[in-house]
């Protein structure tokens, strides 16, 4: 039964670098809802790691940083995709602590306006190119974090950038009805298991945190933030435009669990 009903359909992935990659875990979901996916990655060599885990999906390259080749890739699957998209996942991140980790207030400015860049702005330039491409009953949908209000020191300026994504939802939700009804929306997860995550220092202390601090006491699995996003590109979620939906398995309403409130004032 074709729940989602997405089976047929052509759905664009950007950002895809391996099998941990919340990409990854996107397109194995829409693939089994029986969508035909079209991965973007930012490299060649992760064309190649790209090749491997999806054999049945047409590969494309695009560094997003340079707007030019948003453009370049828009022809070139033009030319080689038949029929509209109906969806656009992005997942796409980038921050470079050029000068290690800083006090906020220290924040290198030439970092942060790449962080915005790549993590921000790409989305936007990407739904402005990809425009004619879209079923006008399409969807996009990018991976946020599940709150920009918490003051993570280890996560930096980007949770200031995820906040500029989060924002930009609305504004194009509202600026593409004036000629579809392309919805755009977000998943907002909470702490994963990634090899993008891992390189953020004090990640793996967070990540543990965050398992004690989910009801379940496990966290929070990238195959929970793939289903979400494939609903979010599937016509059942036709009700949803310009929101972030939460995915983080209960732990925003658990900080004061007793076991983590005795651990802190033992």
């Known amino acids: 039964m074709d729940f989602l009903k997405l089976a047929g359909k052509k759905v664009v992935i950007f950002g895809l670098a391996n099998k941990k990659s919340v990409a990854c875990a996107v397109g194995k979901a829409l693939f089994e809802a029986g969508a035909e996916v079209i991965h973007v990655v930012r490299s060649e060599e992760r064309a190649a790691t790209c090749r491997k885990l999806f054999p049945a999906s047409p590969v494309f390259c695009c560094d997003v940083e340079n707007e030019a080749n948003i453009i370049r890739v828009r022809d070139e699957i033009a030319a080689q995709v038949v029929g509209p998209i109906a ?53 996009m949908v990018t991976i946020s974090i599940s709150t920009t209000r918490m003051a993570s020191e280890n996560y930096g300026y980007m949770a200031p950038v ?24 977000a998943v907002g997860a909470s702490l994963l298991k990634t090899s993008a995550s891992a390189g953020i220092p004090g990640y793996i202390d967070s990540y543990i945190f965050a398992e004690q601090a989910i009801p379940r006491k496990q966290a929070l699995r990238t195959e929970e933030v ?37 651990k802190a004032v033992r």
Not at 123 to 139: V, Y
């Open 87 to 139: 969806g656009i996942v992005h997942s796409i991140a980038f921050a470079n602590y050029s000068e290690g980790m800083q006090p906020f207030h220290g924040t290198v400015k030439r970092d942060f306006l790449q962080a915005i860049d790549i993590s921000c702005f790409s989305f936007i330039a990407i739904a402005n190119h990809f425009k004619e491409l879209l079923d006008p009953d399409g969807a």
């Open 162 to 185: 995820k906040a500029a994504l989060d924002s930009s939802l609305c504004f194009l939700a509202k600026s593409f009805s004036a000629f579809s009804r392309v919805r755009f929306n």
């Open 226 to 262: 793939a289903d979400a996003a494939a609903f979010l590109l599937s016509p059942r979620s036709s009700g949803i435009n310009g929101q972030t939906i939460v995915v983080d398995a209960g732990m925003s309403f658990n900080y004061f669990d007793k076991d983590i409130i005795s």
